[in-house]
């Protein structure tokens, strides 16, 4: 469970961070009007972009929960033994892809280039399908070698297939975000949006990279390990 | 004085009407069913989650009668009381307690008490609350299916809560944790909305440490909540895994009427770091809001400013966070290290600390307070003396070395009945009493309300205060019938008996609280707007019950806190959060 308290431990921190500024030691029976010293909205964040930041927070989470699982449940010496399907790594390309098509588009609504943005967000869409078709392929892939009572092929399916659902959730976001931004008067009212869906997107790709390097072999494998057994 | 003058350039943003971000019902079914207003979604909240409360009741009748008069009841079996006991406890703890609290007042009061029109994302709220009845319908089928509901225990242990053997193997148990699963779904919805409207929607002047302490509970315990409630997501998905697609999460190696299952290399261990990764800090999403609750009964009902305020909020602070280095005290018999039970054994009794303080403080802002004995009032009473009853007992089990024999006895059971059941029920019942005639524009009967106190509070004592002699005479918890078991003496059957009787009186008290609810909406005396004479912002709004969007065309401005009572100078013994003039200090330095 350490890397779990680990993110625990940096959640607080933000907390605690954004809770210095709150005035906390301040003596609110001494003082009265409208106080001014703090803005109403202490969030410097639009509402919209905080709410996904703590859904995200809560995402995060329980997929740290399921790394801790992982650790906790499969035996250290047949971490990463699965065999490794190649269409990971290519997945893995696809879902960056995703993720920088998405800064493009918002980037280009930005700008107020519309046909840029839409660019981008087809773009990720395609991507991101090419993604989830992808790790279908290699659930098949692990299936020819692996039985569901082999943990961490067991493990690989559930943090997938969670992982896929939550894309899949974005997917239908994008989906509204891109129809409004063909439709939009003016397409940098759609950035915002945008913006939320390259937030999102970035936030699954950590998620996954992290998924990625307990399961399998990789260069940032070892960073994961040593977090886990802090 | 860190404040600048109202009207000062540049200063406050605009409080009148943002219709834009306003959402307006169109039809009756859009007001009232798929409503998205908070104040209707809250009562949506608590009717089901009475409602379903009603069925625990019931449940918990059942488990006395076999307790107290074995034998009885034909009807109830070893199976059938392995099913109440485990429905008993889900319902009451995630599907009662936990949405009423969060769901419930959270939904009415948040928007309310901070000043502001609705919660940030009306939508998504209106969701939550289906997805929540969604996962009530769920576990209600779990009665009807082949088998019955799951008899696992709340705690749902694996290996037995998947193996044939246990009631309601068959569906009961998928249905369960579908359950669980739909009600966290829905819940997060509901919970990104609470943290987010605290943070962002805060009508003018309504800084953190104006907020009331009802909205520092409720907001912390929603921070815990989306952060517990993924670990019971995640072991709630892994063992519908386990028991639908045989794989092998939590399930050892497993000989079931003789035949090896395919199971193997599983951890039931691992579910219980899971299980109490959530189930923990469940106890404080139930408790901070009380806390929060009871302290704002406390002052408005003594007519005294709370003691400690600053305290207060940093001691729901730090309980909130220690809450998640706590978990495994509850597996001091699962055989951890023994340097693990003594880390885990000083965070639980460090948390006795901030927790202690607020105690304190609930206490000495009654001191030479104007206490008025009104309902509310008494029941936040009754929850100070129960919190700490439970709470001590707290501290033993805590201790490692008394928790061991202490595990699996009714004392445990009397322990958490009392520290999580009792007490924070007694506080959703005085926060009824005293928001009821703002939700409603009534007040509720003052007798039949006395004769719900006397019975419940009493009664709850009745129950619970022998049951921890019962645990320490090693009366084991879970067993259907205790009869043929060497150490335990005759006294305890007839101490059974009179529990039971007890327990059906107080629960038969709640049906007449239940009838004061209905009654009181149609006959109850008028309040008007502030019957209580509190100076919390949802007191003040220009219609009561409070009209959509609360406020009419201007939201308010916050000038003050929410505890300015007997402020000495003042035209009356309380100043309400909006109304500008003299401060404390002030008042206090002119006379």
């Given amino acids: ?27 609110p029976w001494l003082e009265a009007g409208p106080t001014l010293a703090l803005s109403p909205r202490p969030v410097a964040m639009p509402t919209a972009r905080l709410g996904l930041a703590v859904f995200l927070a809560a ?73 989830i078709a992808g790790q279908v392929l290699a659930w098949r892939q692990l299936a020819d070698t692996a039985s569901v009572s082999d943990a961490a092929a067991a493990f690989f399916i559930l943090m997938t297939a969670l992982h896929a659902l939550h894309l899949g959730g974005g997917f239908v976001a994008l989906g509204i975000v891109t129809a409004r931004s063909a439709r939009a008067g003016a397409v940098e009212d759609a950035q915002p949006a945008i913006g939320l869906c390259a937030l999102y997107w970035d936030a699954l790709l950590a998620i996954w990279l992290v998924l990625f390097g307990i399961l399998f072999r990789t260069p940032w494998t070892g960073w994961i390990e040593a977090l886990c057994r802090t | 004085m860190a404040d600048a003058q109202f009207g000062a350039a540049g200063a406050l943003p605009r409080a009148d009407l943002d219709d834009v971000e306003l959402y307006h019902p169109h039809s009756w079914l859009t007001k009232y069913v798929f409503s998205q207003d908070a104040k209707i979604i809250a009562v949506q909240y608590s009717c089901t989650a009475l409602a379903i409360g009603l069925v625990a009741l019931v449940l918990s009748w059942l488990v006395r009668l076999q307790l107290g008069f074995p034998g009885v009841a034909s009807f109830i079996g070893p199976k059938e009381y392995y099913q109440f006991i485990t429905m008993h406890g889900m319902i009451m703890v995630i599907y009662l307690l936990t949405a009423l609290f969060l769901g419930g007042f959270g939904n009415y009061l948040i928007p309310l008490m901070l000043g502001a029109r609705d919660m940030v994302f009306p939508y998504v709220n ?30 749902l242990y694996p290996p037995q809560a998947i193996l044939a053997g246990t ?26 909305n609470y943290v987010v409207t605290v943070l962002q929607a805060r009508a003018p002047g309504m800084t953190l440490m104006r907020m009331p302490l009802t909205i520092w509970g409720i907001f912390t315990a929603t921070v815990l909540a989306l ?95 220690l809450s998640f280095v706590v978990w495994a005290h509850h597996m001091y018999v699962s055989g951890m290290n023994p340097y693990f039970g003594f880390f885990f054994a000083t965070t639980t009794l460090v948390i006795a600390i901030p927790t202690a303080i607020k105690v304190y403080n609930w206490v000495l802002t009654l001191w030479r ?13 009754a929850f100070i003396v129960t919190f700490l009853n439970g709470g001590l007992t707290g501290l033993f089990l805590g201790n490692v070395v008394v928790d061991v024999p202490l595990s699996d006895t009714l004392f445990v059971v009397a322990h958490f009945h009392m520290v999580m059941g009792v007490a924070p029920i007694l506080v959703i019942f005085g926060g009824l009493y005293h928001w009821y005639p703002k939700v409603t524009g009534r007040m509720l009967d003052e007798r039949l309300g006395q004769l719900h106190f006397w019975a419940t509070f009493l009664g709850a004592y009745a129950i619970f205060f022998p049951m921890h002699y019962l645990g320490l005479m090693g009366v084991p918890r ?27 009186l107080v629960g038969a008290a709640q049906i007449v609280f239940l009838v004061n609810l209905a009654r009181s909406r149609t006959h109850g005396a008028p309040a008007g707007g502030n019957p209580w004479r509190a100076t919390t912002l949802e007191w003040q709004t220009p219609e009561t019950p409070p009209a959509h969007g609360n406020w009419g065309r201007t939201l308010p401005v916050v000038y003050r806190w929410p505890y300015d009572y007997s402020v000495p100078g003042a035209d009356r013994d309380f100043v309400p959060q909006n109304q500008p003039g003299l401060t404390r200090a002030e008042a206090g330095a002119a006379s």
Avoid: C
Wanted: net charge positive; aromatic share 12%.
């Fill in chain 1, 1 to 27: 469970m350490s890397l779990v308290l680990l993110y625990l431990a940096a959640l607080g921190l933000v907390a605690a961070r954004w809770l210095s500024r709150q005035r906390l030691a301040s003596k």
């Fill in chain 1, 59 to 131: 995402v995060g989470l329980l997929f740290m929960l399921l790394v801790a699982a992982y650790t906790m449940r499969v035996p250290p010496e047949i971490w990463r033994r699965l065999p490794d399907p190649r269409i990971v790594w290519l997945t893995t390309g696809l879902l960056i892809v995703a993720s920088l098509a998405l800064h493009g588009a918002k980037g280009a609504a930005a700008h107020g280039e519309r046909d840029g943005a839409l660019l981008g967000l087809t773009g990720a869409a395609i991507a991101t399908l090419g993604f």
């Fill in chain 2, 126 to 155: 209106m969701l939550s609350y289906w997805i929540y009845l969604l996962a009530v319908l769920v576990l209600v089928a779990s009665f009807f299916v082949p088998g019955g509901p799951t008899g696992a225990g709340w705690t």
């Fill in chain 2, 167 to 192: 009631p309601g193997q068959e569906w009961g148990i998928v249905l369960m944790l579908v359950s669980l699963i739909l009600f966290i779904i829905g819940f997060t919805m509901g919970g990104v």
């Fill in chain 2, 227 to 321: 952060l517990a409630f993924p670990a019971l997501f995640v072991g709630a998905v892994m063992m519908l895994l386990d028991r639908l697609l045989g794989t092998s999460f939590f399930m050892p190696a497993i000989v079931e009427a003789g035949q090896r299952l395919a199971y193997g290399g599983g951890s039931p261990i691992l579910f219980q770091h899971l299980f109490w990764f959530f189930g923990h800090p469940e106890v404080y999403i139930v408790a901070l809001p009380a806390f929060g609750i009871v302290s704002d009964l406390i002052s408005t009902h003594a007519r005294k400013n709370i003691f400690g305020y600053r305290m207060m909020v940093w001691a729901i602070v730090a309980i909130g966070a």
């Fill in chain 2, 369 to 381: 307070g104007d206490i008025h004995l009104t309902l509310p009032m008494l029941f936040a009473l």
């Fill in chain 2, 478 to 504: 879970r067993y259907f019938d205790i009869e043929g078991l060497g150490f335990v003496t005759p006294s305890v059957a007839t101490l059974n008996a009179f529990i039971s009787i007890v327990a059906f």
